[in-house]
Antibody, heavy 121, light 107 residues
């Protein structure tokens, strides 16, 4: 069974930093691209970032570019999101999600429960 | 960047009704579109990928159609357990934008 378990969330002051982790199990982590998706309280889903299976390619939403960094450690089956220069509007539950692909089309086929990040003074 | 819109933003229908949700991309995305269901307090769940392929385990009353810029998610006979917010997502190239969501309730 695929399992994705996020950790590292918490309360942080504006301008602060956190590192979110996502521990993966139940599949060969090193063969899958991974994503972070966030959801502000009472709001919709917002795609944040993606990383290729080997970490060689990354991409970010404009809203976080230059402040967030996605990375992975395939030896530990763990995905990370370093979040810096946090703003109130970054308050959200951060989900990691596995990217599955069929042919050239991809989708997020497994999601973690999420880690809550609250940015407030 | 390509923008994704959904309509309606919410709907209320009776059990057994046929329900349709529309997702529109501001530019063509071929069939690189997925649909997700998020029940209250739960994690999003993949329903449909490549615009019309049903994910394993998803009831056959769900179906997807469309290509290019216009897509539709249809629930053939609405059930109480279908109460949820439904999101489309483009996946042709980054950013992998989600639509704003459509909330479905039972009348």
């Amino acid at each position: 069974e695929v399992q994705l378990v996020e950790s590292g969330g918490g309360l942080v002051q504006p301008g602060g930093s956190l590192r979110l982790s996502c521990a993966a199990s139940g599949f060969t982590f090193s063969t899958y691209a991974m994503n972070w998706v966030r959801q502000a309280p009472g709001k919709g889903l917002e795609w944040v970032s993606t990383i290729s299976f080997n970490g060689g390619a990354t991409d970010y939403a404009d809203s976080v570019k230059g402040r967030f960094t996605i990375s992975r450690d395939n030896s530990k089956s763990t995905l990370y999101l370093q979040v810096n220069s946090l703003r109130a509007e970054d308050t959200a539950v951060y989900h990691c999600a596995r990217r599955g692909c069929t042919g050239g089309a991809c989708y997020l086929d497994s999601w973690g429960q999420g880690a809550l990040v609250t940015v407030s003074s | 960047d390509i923008q994704m819109t959904q309509s309606p933003s919410s709907l209320s229908a009776s059990v057994g009704d046929r329900v349709s949700i529309t997702c529109r991309a501001s530019q063509g995305i071929s069939n690189f579109l997925a649909w997700y269901q998020q029940k209250p307090g739960k994690v999003p769940k993949l329903l449909i990928f490549v615009a019309s392929t049903l994910q394993s385990g998803v009831p056959s009353r769900f179906s997807g159609s469309g290509s290019g810029t216009d897509f539709t998610l249809t629930i053939d006979s609405l059930q109480p357990e279908d109460v949820a917010t439904y999101y489309c997502q483009k996946y042709n190239s980054a950013p992998f934008t989600f639509g704003p969501g459509t909330r479905v309730d039972i009348k």
